[in-house]
T-cell receptor, first 112, second 115 residues
């Protein structure tokens, strides 16, 4: 059974610092991995989707890497801003989109 | 272009009642997914509908059911509500669930409270 772990569970950084969020998974046979952002009480906003054949994806200040063999993905957020404060979730696609397995998330606070 | 829309935003029901949650996918998307996010727990997969049929189901009792309409919108029904059904219910859609590398987009959720 695929298990997804996100460490740390919470993170607080001063504005301007780079953020590094980790996601690990136990079964390397994945189709893709997607990073989401969730604001309190709200739905999920898609940040980046990495196909299983890709090593990384970039969008603006965000960069996500994928190492299937070691079961790891890392989300980098450059030059953090208070507006980046949210919970970040990674989700691993296994045999179908319906069985996306989510991690518990990393709660990020960026202080001005 | 409109994103995934869910209604109602909030729903308060009494234990034992039935709740109906609705989801409209992004135009052109044929797959709809339902997830439950209970307080303190991660997202748990509930159901996946594609082209009007239930394709996959999570580890939830049969009182959680749903359907997908010809226009690809979807309903989630929860019968015989229990207090622990209180959660944020999220709907997502994608172009098609049979293509593995499509991106999923989520709605803002329905907050169900059972009292």
């Amino acid at each position: 059974k695929q298990e997804v772990t996100q460490i740390p569970a919470a993170l607080s950084v001063p504005e301007g610092e780079n953020l590094v969020l980790n996601c690990s998974f136990t079964d390397s046979a994945i189709y893709n991995l997607q990073w989401f952002r969730q604001d309190p009480g709200k739905g999920l906003t898609s940040l980046l989707l990495i196909q299983s054949s890709q090593r990384e994806q970039t969008s603006g200040r965000l960069n996500a890497s994928l190492d299937k063999s070691s079961g790891r993905s890392t989300l980098y957020i450059a030059a953090s801003q208070p507006g980046d404060s949210a919970t970040y979730l990674c989700a691993v696609g296994t045999d179908s989109w319906g069985k996306f397995q989510f991690g518990a998330g990393t709660q990020v606070v960026v202080t001005p | 272009e409109a994103g995934v829309t869910q209604s109602p935003t909030h729903l308060i029901k009494t234990r034992g009642q039935q709740a109906t949650l609705r989801c409209s996918p992004i135009s052109g998307h044929t797959s709809v997914y339902w997830y439950q996010q209970a307080l303190g727990l991660g997202l748990q997969f509930l159901l996946w509908y594609d082209e009007g049929e239930e394709r996959n189901r999570g580890n939830f009792p049969p009182r959680f059911s749903g359907r997908q309409f010809p226009n690809y919108s979807s309903e989630l029904n929860v019968n015989a509500l229990e207090l622990e059904d209180s959660a944020l219910y999220l709907c997502a859609s994608s172009w098609t669930g049979t293509v593995m590398n499509t991106e999923a987009f989520f709605g803002q959720g329905t907050r169900l409270t059972v009292v």
